[in-house]
């Protein structure tokens, strides 16, 4: 099979850099809080190399069989049974994002404070009042950039948006460099008298390399989720310039070492301003400090938009899931691209609006889907395409391939496990508080 790609190399990576960072930065120095800053690095760098292991199975099974499709392998693989279940995980997986409530993204976005406390604080009082409600500002979004980005017909299109959703990153990333230097330790409360005062402890400014503590085990998961882009590998390499399994790998590792480097630096920064006071989010632990700062309000903007703009690239391996899964030997046709586009991101809004509670039932899903597309799929795609006359079963990289699959399984178990523990703790914390 003969593809024509016509992204450049640059845009490309900008696409899976785009499709790799998630709102999931933001929780990654209270991560560090919970490891120390040696074991967060340990974990860090071998989480990277898994992810580009994991690509490198994806691409040599899909050069074996001239696909480059997920669903597609999927069906090589394991006939229908095996494309179907590669489309309903990416497809779930993308919409309900890794153990959050339905479009982690949108909910970050919006039912979050950010966006809110930006437009309280900037707006004119009298004429924000309709502008904070958080389900008007979904629709609006939705329609005015995510559906229109979201209509592109090829992710190459969404290069140019990738790359400026990642310099709002970099934005962010220089933001919390500066305000390491600028907020003093121990913190002291500024702008509203009334804030509740900070939690100071005796070694609260002292950074610890290795720390274990109850939180300490969902640092895995955290990590290993904060580098799916595995969906999206495969379209961008589709449609790559002068596409071959060696230039994808570069363009895969570029982008991994690439968000490792603003994952690492974001971490260690976010947590050697606020040590063990960071919070899960860390731009609300800002708030602490000063809820008026001026820099701050412009950065939690800054991530509302590279968010925004993430959302198109995480719905076009969906969109595509579904084409595979419903029709799969139609022709493009414009009509169904915009009506898959527009059930797509309506979904997304009428989960995120009247179905908030879903969130454990997401959780559930993401803990099963994440280490599904990171680990266990590219394994056993692998152990099952490549010809045994190329690679016995016994040779070392079918060998590697099964470690693989099987380590992903142990993320599963440990990802569900975290989730029925909170379930089991939050119902005791319940029942004691009555």
């Not at 493009?332 to 009247?354: E, G, K, P, Y």
Request: aromatic share 12%; with cysteine; charged share 10%.
């Amino acid at each position: 099979m003969q593809f024509e790609g016509k992204t450049s190399f640059g845009i490309s990576v900008f696409n899976l850099s785009n499709a790799i960072m998630g709102s999931g930065i933001l929780g990654l120095a209270f991560a560090m809080s919970n490891t120390g800053i040696a074991l967060f690095i340990i974990l860090l760098v071998c989480i990277a190399i898994l992810s580009a292991y994991s690509i490198h199975l994806l691409l040599k099974s899909a050069g074996v069989v001239g696909i480059r499709a997920y669903e597609q392998l999927g069906n090589r693989a394991f006939g229908s049974p095996g494309k179907m279940v590669a489309g309903c995980i990416i497809t779930v997986h993308n919409i309900g994002g890794t153990g959050s409530s339905p479009s982690r993204f949108l909910k970050i976005i919006l039912h979050n404070v950010q966006l809110p406390l930006y437009c309280q604080v900037r707006a004119p009082f009298g004429y924000s009042e309709w502008f904070l409600n958080g389900n008007y500002l979904i629709i609006i979004v939705s329609i005015c950039i995510i559906l229109p980005l979201a209509l592109m017909k090829q992710l190459g299109y969404l290069g140019y948006t990738s790359g400026f959703s990642l310099s709002c990153m970099v934005f962010f990333l220089i933001s919390v460099i500066y305000k390491k230097f600028n907020i003093p330790c121990p913190l002291e409360n500024h702008g509203n008298s009334s804030q509740t005062p900070l939690n100071i402890t005796d070694d609260f400014c002292e950074a610890k390399l290795f720390t274990i503590n109850s939180q300490t085990a969902y640092t895995i998961p955290i990590l290993a989720f904060a580098f799916v882009c595995h969906p999206e590998v495969l379209p961008i390499y589709t449609e790559l310039r002068d596409a071959n399994k060696k230039r994808m790998q570069q363009v895969a590792n570029i982008s991994i070492l690439a968000m490792f480097v603003m994952y690492l630096i974001t971490a260690i920064f976010g947590y050697l301003t606020f040590y063990g006071e960071v919070e899960s989010e860390l731009l609300h632990t800002y708030i602490k400090v000063d809820p008026l700062d001026v820099l701050m309000l412009c950065v939690r903007l800054a991530v509302l938009v590279a968010v925004t703009l993430t959302v198109p690239v995480v719905l076009f391996p969906i969109r595509r899931a579904v084409q595979q899964i419903l029709f799969p030997d139609k022709p493009f046709h414009w009509a169904r691209h915009i009506l898959i586009a527009l059930t797509l991101i309506s979904l997304v809004n009428v989960l995120v609006i009247f179905v908030p509670s879903i969130r454990d039932i997401f959780g559930i899903i993401g803990a099963t889907s994440a280490p599904s597309l990171i680990f266990i799929l590219p394994g056993i795609f692998y152990i099952r395409i490549v010809p045994k006359e190329q690679e016995p079963m016994t040779s070392r990289p079918k060998i590697q391939a099964a470690c693989f699959a099987g380590l992903g399984f142990i993320f599963m178990v440990m990802s569900m496990s975290f989730i029925i523990i909170d379930w089991v703790n939050g119902e005791s914390r319940s029942g004691g508080g009555h």
